[in-house]
């Protein structure tokens, strides 16, 4: 396949990914997009949480909010929505969802050029189908989603994690963390309650980080894990910041920007984490960490192995022996390294 002339493209849709993490390790790619491109009008098309990460971003001019639902619910939606993108006369659709849906959203919209994976069935309304086999479905996702651009451009991005805080987000989280060092404690995972680590032991880990290091604490999440924080909170011998349910993704991002360390599951916060090098310690359990660890020299991921992991699940139809087996010594023992190093 031929790379796509530059000159021909003024204005690009990319259609973002569906879940915050996976969207974080799509902009490697949106760099060298950018850098392929650098004259053309790149346009995400994302839902509204993922759409926060680029309303202020290098590599975007323009967000554009598709939720399923209201007037993009259901068929009838997506044929509403495509004719909107209709009259915005896009050159190319660059599609990082995998999903069939993405790629009749750009053909309905009328892209003359549509890249994107041949997934789902949708290779024959792809103009740029790329091909995918065992070896790019083990690729960490920040290469595989890179690989899929090099058969349409030759941009080099650099090749890092890329997120970006106006100076008024900065001067928020600084007023709402105030002074102090903090370590920020990610105990939830949208994805499902397999991805979770143990509540108490999160919060083990928090009375001796801030006894330690004389860390502050502040716990993250989105609002459907704030009975998790509830729990951390009371198990806690130390007094905790409660932010769980109560930033805004681009609060988030600021938040975790200005912390000193991380703990945290495989999560979307995780990789928004690692795109500001905040040092991170990542539970993993049924997930695998070659292709969904957070893209960072900074890191440490303590697993055990277990013989039913990587499973993928969202609930543990067993035990959960894969996160049972990790103990606040193994996730403290990984944050000390990582604290005498950037100490
Ligand atoms: S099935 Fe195994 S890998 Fe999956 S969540 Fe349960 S214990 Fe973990």
């Not at 980080?209 to 011998?237: C, F, H, K, S, W």
């Not at 609930?315 to 990790?326: E, F, K, L, S, V």
Request: proline letters at 6%.
């Amino acid at each position: 396949m031929r790379p796509i002339d530059p000159k021909s493209i003024r204005r690009i849709m990319v259609r973002s990914t569906n879940w915050v993490g996976d969207a974080v390790m799509t902009t490697p790619a949106m760099a060298d997009l950018r850098d392929a491109f650098p004259d053309a009008e790149i346009v995400v098309v994302a839902n509204p949480l993922v759409a926060q990460l680029f309303t202020f971003h290098p590599c975007c001019d323009r967000v554009l909010i598709y939720e399923k639902k209201g007037a993009h619910k259901g068929v009838a939606g997506l044929w509403r929505f495509s004719r909107q993108l209709r009259r915005e006369r896009f050159d190319l659709a660059v599609l990082m969802q995998n999903a069939i849906e993405a790629a009749i959203m750009a053909f309905a919209a009328g892209i003359p050029r549509r890249a994107g994976y041949r997934t789902d069935a949708r290779g024959p309304l792809l103009t740029h189908g790329v091909k995918i086999g065992p070896e790019q479905k083990r690729l960490h996702h920040t290469e595989y989603y890179r690989h899929m651009l090099r058969h349409i451009c030759q941009g080099e991005g650099g090749g890092r994690l890329l997120l970006a805080c106006s100076e008024d987000e900065k001067r928020w989280a600084q007023t709402t963390l105030g002074d102090g060092s903090w370590v920020a404690i990610n105990p939830g995972a949208a994805y499902g309650s397999a991805k979770r680590w143990l509540p108490e032991r999160f919060a083990s880990v928090g009375d001796s980080l801030a006894e330690e290091y004389g860390l502050q604490v502040v716990l993250t999440g989105g609002p459907g894990e704030r009975e998790i924080g509830r729990d951390i909170e009371t198990a806690m011998r130390v007094p905790a910041l409660n932010l769980i349910g109560k930033t805004s993704v681009r609060q988030l991002m600021a938040v975790l920007a200005g912390c000193r360390l991380m703990i945290t599951n495989d999560s979307g916060p995780m990789h928004v984490a690692a795109a500001f090098d905040v040092p991170i310690v990542a539970v993993f359990g049924p997930t695998d960490h070659t292709t969904t660890s957070p893209w960072s020299r900074n890191c440490r991921i303590v697993r055990k192995p277990t013989d039913c992991a990587p499973c993928l699940l969202r609930q543990c139809p067993t035990d959960h022996r894969c996160m049972r087996a990790i103990m606040p010594e193994d996730v403290l023992s990984a944050a000390r390294r990582l604290l005498g190093d950037t100490a």
